[in-house]
Structure formats: structure tokens, C-alpha cells
């Protein structure tokens, strides 16, 4: 497939730049159009395909939204907005991730949240860089073999990712708090009110917000039996549509408590006493002491390089940054570009990859905390030359002779990214989640949120594989106190010292995958953000050893030439990834591409 149809975005981009120069806030108005027909059965959670593997690179065009002062993306377009209006109000890019959050945690439900926990990238105006992990813990009273039967076989029924005992004590309200008192410029009762609003006046669902609701009320009925209140869920029973306006009364009194007391107002008193009674009702081990004990943490982000870009990027307990960092190694002395875009050489080169970093990370990568990290040596040139030794253009490699063990598939769920670039050039990228889509789907009674199902992303087992099929051992054993390891990849990358992109994304283990082929698709393939990120995508994950890819996103002769040197090519109709980025123009403009999957939006002013 070549790359050369991309250019015809650049009409719509100078029409949108005409606007921005007035500095008036630009949303994309140019509703997606797919390629090829969308089918009925299509229609849904992410299904959104073109469907015609020669037609274009792209899973659907979108106009990209241009700005010169400030940009916000995210997953939904009213989280958006409120980004862009805290940039307008004189705040910082963190006043406005922070505002997002909690806007994300009411709009957003599957993901955004305050039950959850996540990570933060900041690269200020001068370059300093910054990373906080606001992740999750596992509670005190958590043991490695906790979702064991006396035989050590899983217990049934997953309980490391469905109810009460699936949760992990939640970091994000302790780390929004953390990063808004270090960074913020805007009052605390400033950047928390807009979520308020929207929380207390409603927003209008989209079809897809709809859609999620109506899916996952089964599961919202089994999973809170005795809880008063049926959140989440219409009043009269009947199935939330396009447009309905969903309002959260609860929610806004539990936000109001946190706008006016802080990390007090969640960990402490009324609400904290409300969650606590809602895990105990169902058995999970959650204490005050564990909420007493929750801080996040600024660690030393992983700031690495790639053909002199500077890449700033989250350390462990993600195993994001360091596996990015691994997988740009290892391709990097590769002609990508003339190879050209998903040609059957880059793609091989990158699965190659993808590969060897996901065995790596099984093996060493957890929360650093508890184990020790050989960061530099995994990614010292030495290293990834000795693990490149065995790579052959004629042939795969075997995922088995890589590692052992052999695990079935996994599936596309819920987390979510935003990025932000302010008027001074600060930029923050963030990815939170509840872990699977509306995570343990517990809702805490009288309070109106959900709480995480982080607990999965520990290694429950050695060689079990979690609900991503992503495998661990020792490094990843579940302790008390101790993080889960993560995939999530918030990443900011710098070019000649200045700003160039804010990347994420949600996907679970597709996450890194994806971070790694919007970078290659702007760096090498010189593609714009939205294009970047609407274009089609595939992922590899050594085990199992199988490439899963959008429908199409390869042409069938380059599936051929896979085919032939042995790469399990697997077809999927769901998209993976749902990026939400950022990208300066050399002149100053800011690009963002939110992603053409689902609701993303990208507002800028
Ligand atoms: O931290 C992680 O890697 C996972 N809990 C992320 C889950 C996720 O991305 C689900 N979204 N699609």
C-alpha cells in the first residue's frame, strides 16, 4: 500500500488553519467518512472499518484541527472543550490534563475516573521533563496466591478483574491532587468545577457512550445486587440512547467533596467511608490504612533518543517507556521510510521487535519499588544487539525459542490518553483507566464511581495470562502495597530542544505497539498527527505468537510475503488503540490528531 493518497488532507487543514488564526476555539467539523460501506454488524464499539485493504492507509479520514495557542485531545469531545476553556482561563497545560481528568471521570465513565490510577508526563517550556505515577497499589492484605484455589489452578469467574476483590487502591484523585499543587496555575476549586457541572447538569450521551451503558448493564446489576442506587442505569429501565442526558447527582457531590478538601476529601471521611462499606459488602480487602497510605510518586522519567529525537516517557511500574524505547532501538538503523509504510520489510522488522520487548518485559519488568530494573542494560546497544542475533529477513522467528509458554488471545478494552500543549509551549501527557472497560464494575454506593480492576494486571499466576494475554512471573507477583506493571505509555518528544509530540493511547497490551507506530508513522512516514493516527494498525506481543492487524491494513500481496516467511497474519474487526496526540509544525501550528475510532476530539484555540 502506498502512502502517497495521505495528501489529501491538506485542503481541509488550510481551511481549519484560516480559522485558528483568529484565535477561535477549532473543533473538527468534518464528520468521518469511511472508504468502503460500513456494514450493519459493524456498527458498534469500534467498529469502524474500511473495509477495502487497497483503498487507503487510513481506518477512516477526519479533518485535523489546527491551533497556534493551545491544544487539548481526548477521548470525548466535552472533556475536550473543557481543556481548551481552563487553557483559556490563563491555565497551564496542567491545570488543564487535571480539569480533563476529572471532566473524563464523568463523561467517560468506562474510563475515566477517580476509582483508578494512571500516569502523567510533563515537559515543561524549558525542557525540564517530569513523570508521576499515580498507579494503583495492591491493598496490605493482598498475597501473591490470592485468586488461587488449594490446588493453585485461577479461582473461577476471573475475580482478579470482576468485583470487589479486583481492586487495587486507587491513585488517581492523590495524583491529580499532587500534580495540580506542583505545576498548577489555577486555583484547585477552578479546575475541579467544570467535571462538577457536567456531573450535576448532565451531558448528552453519545452513541457510543450510549452503547457502552446499555452493554455493560448486566454486569452493573451482577456486580452491585444490593446497592440502593442504579447507577449508571435510566431510571425507567429502558436503554439509553444517542442524545439522552445523563446525569450524576452522586458523582457531583463526591467531586465537590475533593474541590473542597483535596485528597482529604476522597481518602478521608464521608466519601472514603462510602467506598470502604461498598468493598466490604463485597468482600474485597481494601482498609483506611491502605487509603491512608496511598501517595503517588514522581519518579525519573526514561528520556532516551531516536535519530536525535529526544523521546521523555514513562518509567516502571509502566512497562511503556522502556519497551518503546526498546522497540525504536531496535529499528532505528532500518531504511523504514524507503521501505515504505507497512510495506512487508518494515512490518517484519517491527513484529521482530515487538517480539523480543514483549518477552523482556515479562521477564524483567514490575513495580521497581520491589524489584530492581536493568533498565540500562536493556537498553544498552549491546543488549538489543546480542537479542537481535538470531533475526532473519528469510524467516520468522520462533516466539518459542524467544521464550516459553503459550496463552490464548486477548481482547480490546478500556483505559484512556489525553495530551495538552499550552500558549508557553508546557505539554502533558496522561493515561488513566480503570483497567478493563468499567473496571471492576463496582460502583460505590452513595458516591457514584466506579472502582478500578487493576489487580489483573498483575501476574495472578506465573505463565497465566492476564485479560490482555500478556504473561509474567516473579518481577510481577503480587505483594501487598506493591504496583501492578502496566503497558500504558504516555510520551512527549522533543525535537532541536523544542516541543514536537504528545503521545497515548488506551489498549491494554496494545498500548506500546500503537505509542511506537504513530511515531513511526510522523517520523519516517512523514504523515500529519491525524493521519499518524487514523492510519491502520497491527500489533505483536511475542505470545501468542500471531500479528493481529485492522481490517485492511495491509494490502493482500504484502499479507502473501508475510505469510510466506511464516508470520501468523490474523484479521481482526475490531480497531486497536484509540490515540489522542499532539504535534508542533517546525512554524509553530499545533496538530492535533485525536483518533478517528470513536468519539476522540481535538479542540484547540
Ligand atoms: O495499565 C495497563 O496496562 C492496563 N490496565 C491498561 C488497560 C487498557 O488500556 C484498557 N484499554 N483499552
Same mark, same amino acid.
Given at each position: ?25 477549532? *473543533? %473538527? #467539523? ?8 460500513? +456494514?450493519?454488524? !459493524?456498527? =458498534?464499539?469500534?467498529? $469502524? @472499518? ?47 490534563? *487535571? %480539569? #480533563? ?8 465513565? +468506562?474510563?475515566? !475516573?477517580? =476509582?483508578?490510577?494512571? $500516569? @502523567? ?185 531516536y ?16 519497551a518503546l524505547m526498546q522497540l525504536l532501538k531496535f529499528v532505528e538503523k532500518y531504511?523504514l ?9 518494515t512490518t517484519q522488522v517491527m513484529i521482530e521487535a515487538e517480539r523480543r520487548v514483549y518477552a523482556d518485559r ?22 538489543l544487539?546480542?537479542r537481535w542475533?538470531?533475526f ?5 522467528s520462533?516466539?518459542?525459542?524467544i ?109 506500546i505497539t500503537?505509542?511506537f507506530q504513530?511515531?513511526l ?17 497491527f500489533h505483536h506481543q511475542w505470545?501468542?505468537?500471531?500479528t ?58
Open positions: 500500500m502506498s502512502f502517497k493518497n495521505i495528501l489529501v488532507f491538506s485542503s481541509c487543514s488550510l481551511v481549519l488553519l484560516g480559522a485558528c488564526k483568529q484565535a477561535k476555539t477549532v *473543533v %473538527a #467539523t468534518t464528520p468521518p467518512t469511511t472508504t468502503a460501506a460500513t +456494514s450493519k454488524e !459493524n456498527q =458498534g464499539f469500534y467498529q $469502524f @472499518l474500511n473495509d477495502d485493504p487497497a483503498a487507503s492507509p487510513f481506518v477512516a479520514k477526519k479533518a485535523p484541527v489546527f491551533a497556534q495557542n493551545g491544544m487539548a485531545t481526548s477521548a470525548h469531545p466535552e472533556a475536550s472543550k473543557v481543556g481548551v476553556a481552563i487553557l483559556k482561563m490563563g491555565g497551564n497545560a496542567i491545570d488543564a490534563a *487535571v %480539569a #480533563t481528568q476529572f471532566a473524563l471521570a464523568v463523561v467517560h465513565p +468506562s474510563a475515566g !475516573n477517580i =476509582g483508578g490510577g494512571g $500516569f @502523567l508526563v510533563f515537559r515543561d517550556k524549558t525542557g525540564k521533563a517530569y513523570t508521576l505515577d499515580y498507579r494503583e497499589k495492591a491493598p496490605a492484605l493482598a498475597s501473591r496466591n490470592m485468586y488461587l484455589d488449594e490446588k493453585g489452578e485461577v479461582k473461577p469467574g476471573q475475580p482478579s478483574w470482576n468485583g470487589h476483590l479486583a481492586s487495587g487502591t486507587p491513585g488517581s484523585v492523590d495524583g491529580l491532587v499532587l500534580a495540580h499543587k506542583r505545576f498548577g496555575k489555577l486555583s484547585w476549586k477552578q479546575v475541579l468545577q467544570p467535571a462538577i457541572d457536567l456531573a450535576e447538569n448532565g451531558v448528552s450521551l453519545t452513541a457510543k457512550e450510549a452503547l457502552g451503558l446499555n452493554r455493560i448493564k448486566p454486569d452493573l446489576l451482577k456486580y452491585n445486587p444490593n446497592a440502593q442506587h442504579r447507577y449508571f442505569m435510566k431510571e425507567d429501565g429502558s436503554e439509553w440512547k444517542e442524545g439522552d442526558v445523563f446525569v450524576q447527582k452522586d458523582l457531583a457531590n463526591t467531586l465537590r467533596k475533593i474541590q473542597a478538601e483535596g485528597r482529604k476529601g476522597f481518602y478521608e471521611g464521608e466519601i472514603a467511608q462510602k467506598l470502604l462499606t461498598e468493598i466490604k459488602r463485597g468482600g474485597g480487602i481494601i482498609t483506611q490504612k491502605d487509603l491512608d497510605d496511598y501517595h503517588a510518586v514522581w519518579r525519573e522519567p526514561v528520556v532516551d533518543s535519530k536525535g529525537l529526544r523521546v521523555i516517557t514513562m518509567p516502571p511500574p509502566s512497562s511503556g517507556g522502556i531504511p521510510q524507503k521501505w515504505g509504510w507497512h510495506s512487508d520489510s515479562a521477564k524483567w519488568l514490575g513495580d521497581p519499588d520491589f524489584v530492581k530494573i536493568p533498565q540500562k542494560e536493556l537498553l544498552s546497544k549491546a543488549y544487539e546480542q542475533q538470531d532473519s529477513f528469510s524467516m520468522a520462533d516466539s518459542k525459542k521464550a516459553g509458554g503459550a496463552i490464548p488471545g486477548y481482547e480490546s478494552f478500556e483505559t484512556t490518553h489525553s495530551s495538552f500543549v499550552d500558549k508557553d509551549g508546557n505539554a502533558v501527557a496522561i493515561t488513566t483507566t480503570l483497567n478493563n472497560s468499567y473496571g471492576s464494575k463496582v460502583v460505590v454506593d452513595g458516591a457514584g464511581f466506579l472502582m478500578n480492576d487493576e489487580m489483573d494486571d498483575f501476574s495472578i499466576k506465573p505463565g497465566h495470562p492476564n485479560s490482555y494475554g500478556l504473561i509474567g512471573n516473579e518481577a510481577n507477583a503480587i505483594a501487598p502495597n506493591k504496583r501492578m506493571l502496566s503497558s500504558m505509555t504516555p510520551t512527549i518528544v522533543e525535537k532541536d530542544k523544542k516541543l514536537y509530540m504528545v503521545l497515548g493511547t488506551p489498549g491494554g497490551s496494545t498500548i500503537s505509542v504513530v511515531f508513522n510522523v517520523v519516517e512516514h512523514q504523515m500529519g498527527m491525524q493521519q499518524a493516527v487514523d492510519a491502520f494498525r505470545l501468542p505468537d500471531r493481529t492487524y485492522e481490517t485492511g491494513g495491509f494490502t493482500p500481496q504484502t499479507i502473501q510475503k508475510l505469510t510466506e516467511r511464516g508470520y501468523k497474519m490474523d484479521m481482526q474487526k475490531n480497531t486497536i488503540g484509540r490515540m489522542d496526540c499532539i504535534l508542533v509544525h517546525p512554524d509553530g501550528k499545533i496538530e492535533g490528531g485525536a483518533d478517528v475510532r470513536a468519539d476522540d476530539t481535538a479542540v484547540g484555540y
